[in-house]
């Protein structure tokens, strides 16, 4: 029962790829002899090609298909600022991410676990918080180029701001809402602070933070595309807008189906963790 | 000799409107080194709250409390505490979870010696072939089993227990109750313990502490358990005592614990409170 709904609804998901693809494919063959009107103001924009009508400037699932197997063909081909392989600005991209995720984590877990453990620096950090977080992480870049005067340090910085607060919050109420009868155990075995937050409180802390770092990175992986849209040079975010650039639109489904599925990675990645550390009550 | 000497101790808790409630006051009395104490009494007494503070968890708002001639400042190793609702860090297994005990009261010992005397404990409750489960994979007895492990295998002067049993299905808690009589016994171990099943009391306790309603509850009385300490589950009920300390306990939960405070017993002295044996006084009547 339970393996022919899973069976039906892989085959439903297939059947509906297929229609998308087929619609796709219809609604983007260019139709022979006559091309449509085209709105002249569009058809300039657009460059020559367009205006003889030959070639309808939406690719198909096929010319799609067969750029993509070209970039897998040579995905760190390094042939200039303008041509690098897809899977060189992939690894820009993830690189600032990581980094940027990473510092976020190294600062936002100390500060979290403090902030839970401590009604004084809770109180004391709330409002700076509270004001900071809703802050479009875009916002900070100009601030950023201005202060570090570096591109690429100054998006790492970006993915640091909008990663840190998912973390940072969710420690903190992690760490607050420990169970105090294990407190208790902790304290009738005379188990010090340190051995505590390390053997009880992170534990039991654990699948709240970890969710929390699932959140960040989500974020982290929305807000670099467009952060190397800005700042430009490189990474998946530069590559679409050079792609739009060069009206590439097949190499800008290439990325976006790329950026996508990296994104869908990254999750399981920490979905998969957040299992390792979840325990059952 | 007396091992916990408590001394008129209060507690009170401010009132969500303004004023504060007096839970319990001038509370008295003693524990002697090997000895088995119950304390018996309704809901929201204030039980939990004596036992925390025998733990170091919480404090007192006035008297004081000694245990071995010193004053308690805190939670010590000394005092294990077998918790309400287990308390079992679900992330350990269940020999981890003792393993964490163990290696807080003696941390210069090596992982070996650490898990051999981890097993030891396990042995003894009758878990073994459960050690590598997780409390969840657990049933509620062998959670509790799990529970009495890890607070004897600290060797602590004394056990508190709050309720350890009151969670279990009667079977489970009949087997269990003998098992911690029999290593109590086996240990010479100082006990208190939270109750509020009158044949448990009987059969584990040497004495048993009534406590009235609160708030500002007393301690009543002291019945003493004079059924022998060879005394097991299935032959209690035919000592000729047990109906007579069962009757005197269960008429105290009944009717006098709720009436105590407004018809105070003429000479009750709260920093003595009556010891009876009535037990012997059937018998002797
Ligand atoms: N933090 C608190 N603030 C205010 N009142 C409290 C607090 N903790 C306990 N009390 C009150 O103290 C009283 C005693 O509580 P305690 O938990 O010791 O009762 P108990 O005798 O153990 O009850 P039970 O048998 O139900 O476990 C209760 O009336 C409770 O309302
Ligand atoms: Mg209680």
Redesign the pocket.
């Known amino acids: 029962m339970f393996a022919s709904v899973r069976a039906k609804s892989a085959l439903l998901s297939i059947l509906l790829l297929a229609l998308f693809l087929g619609g796709w494919q219809i609604a983007a063959t260019p139709t022979a002899g006559t091309g449509p009107a085209l709105d002249p103001e569009y058809a300039a924009l657009l460059g020559a090609s367009a205006q003889q009508g030959k070639q309808t400037p939406m690719p198909t699932p096929v010319d799609v298909g067969l750029r993509i197997a070209k970039h897998l063909e040579a995905p760190f081909a390094d042939r200039g600022t303008n041509d690098k392989g897809i899977g060189i600005q992939l690894a820009y991209s993830l690189a600032r991410v990581l980094l940027g995720f990473g510092l976020a984590a190294l600062v936002a877990i100390p500060l979290g676990f403090l902030i839970g453990m401590s009604p004084l620096v809770y109180g004391a950090l709330n409002p700076f918080i509270q004001v900071l977080r809703p802050i479009s992480p875009l916002a900070w870049m100009p601030l950023a180029l201005y202060t570090i005067k570096d591109s690429a340090i100054s998006s790492i910085f970006v993915i640091f701001i909008c990663s840190i607060w998912p973390m940072l919050t969710n420690t903190a109420f992690g760490v607050a809402h420990v169970r105090k009868e294990w407190l208790n155990v902790a304290r009738t075995l005379e188990v010090n602070p340190l051995r505590t937050a390390w053997r009880v409180i992170l534990p039991a802390a654990a699948p709240t933070i970890v969710t929390g770092m699932r959140i960040s990175i989500g974020i982290a992986w929305l807000v670099i595309v467009a952060a190397e849209m800005l700042v430009g040079g490189t990474g998946i975010g530069y590559f679409v807008w050079n792609e739009w650039n060069n009206l590439s639109i097949a190499n800008i489904i290439t990325a976006i189906l790329v950026i996508g599925v990296v994104g869908m990675l990254l999750d399981h990645m920490l979905g998969f963790a957040t299992k390792l550390v979840t325990y059952q009550e | 000799m007396t091992y916990v000497s408590i001394e008129g101790i209060a507690?009170r808790?401010?009132?969500p409107g303004g004023g504060v409630?007096t839970?319990?006051e001038n509370i008295h009395f003693g524990v002697a080194k090997g000895e088995f104490v119950c304390l018996i009494?309704?809901?929201?007494?204030?039980?939990?709250?004596?036992?925390?503070i025998l733990a170091g968890l919480d404090t007192a708002d006035d008297g004081v409390l000694l245990v071995g001639d010193k004053e308690v400042a805190g939670p010590s190793l000394d005092r294990a505490v077998i918790f309400?609702g287990h308390a079992l860090m679900p992330w350990m297994s269940a020999i981890e979870n003792i393993a964490f005990a163990v290696s807080s009261r003696w941390p210069d010992w090596d992982r070996a010696k650490v898990r051999a005397h981890c097993q030891k404990y396990i042995d003894l409750v009758g878990l073994t072939g459960a050690e590598r489960k997780r409390p969840a994979m657990l049933s509620g007895g062998m959670k509790q089993r799990v529970g009495i492990a890890r607070a004897l295998s600290i060797e602590p002067k004394m056990l508190l227990m709050?309720?350890p049993f009151s969670a279990l299905d009667a079977l489970t808690r009949g087997t269990l109750q003998e098992e911690v009589l029999r290593l109590c016994a086996a240990t010479q171990q100082t006990v208190f313990m939270?109750t509020?099943d009158v044949d448990e009391a009987i059969l584990l306790a040497d004495r048993i502490v009534l406590?009235t309603n609160?708030?500002q509850?007393k301690i009543a009385e002291i019945v003493v358990n004079t059924l022998p300490r060879s005394r097991t589950r299935h032959d209690i009920h035919k000592h000729p005592h047990y109906y007579a300390i069962r009757n005197h306990i269960v008429d105290f939960l009944v009717e006098r614990s709720r009436g105590f405070a407004s018809a105070i017993p003429a000479g009750y002295d709260p920093r003595r409170p009556p010891e009876t044996s009535p037990g012997t006084l059937r018998a002797a009547s």
């Open positions: 507690k808790f401010k009132q409630q839970v319990f009494g309704h809901s929201g007494c204030g039980k939990t709250t004596i036992l925390n309400q709050d309720e939270i509020h406590m609160g708030p509850a």
